[in-house]
């Protein structure tokens, strides 16, 4: 079954766009942009996230991103 999300689609999409358009002003290279990203998630868990769910929530962030992530070769 299909998790639903409490955020719409839209404001998703949105986010996600604005944040690729700082990083494509910035002509940010693909490295550079994944240890920004990875930096952001870092802080948002040790600010946001109470220290004994830390290690909780980055492992299941870890698991969806690797799902997530396509094994078709073309990029």
């Known amino acids: 079954?299909?998790?639903?999300?409490?955020?719409?689609?839209e404001h998703v999409e949105q986010?996600?766009?604005e944040l690729a358009n700082v990083l494509e002003q910035h002509k940010t290279p693909t490295?550079?942009?994944?240890?920004?990203?990875?930096?952001m998630v870092t802080n948002l868990i040790?600010?946001?996230v109470a220290p004994?769910?830390?290690?909780?929530?980055?492992?299941?962030?870890?698991?969806?991103?690797?799902s997530s992530i396509n094994d078709d070769p073309a990029h």
Not at 31 to 39: A, F, K, R
Not at 52 to 66: E, G, K, P, V, Y
């Open 31 to 39: 490295d550079l942009s994944l240890m920004v990203l990875g930096n």
């Open 52 to 66: 004994a769910q830390r290690q909780a929530i980055a492992r299941s962030f870890a698991q969806a991103l690797q």
């Open 15 to 17: 986010l996600l766009s």
């Open 1 to 9: 079954m299909p998790q639903q999300s409490r955020y719409s689609d």
């Open 46 to 48: 040790n600010s946001s």
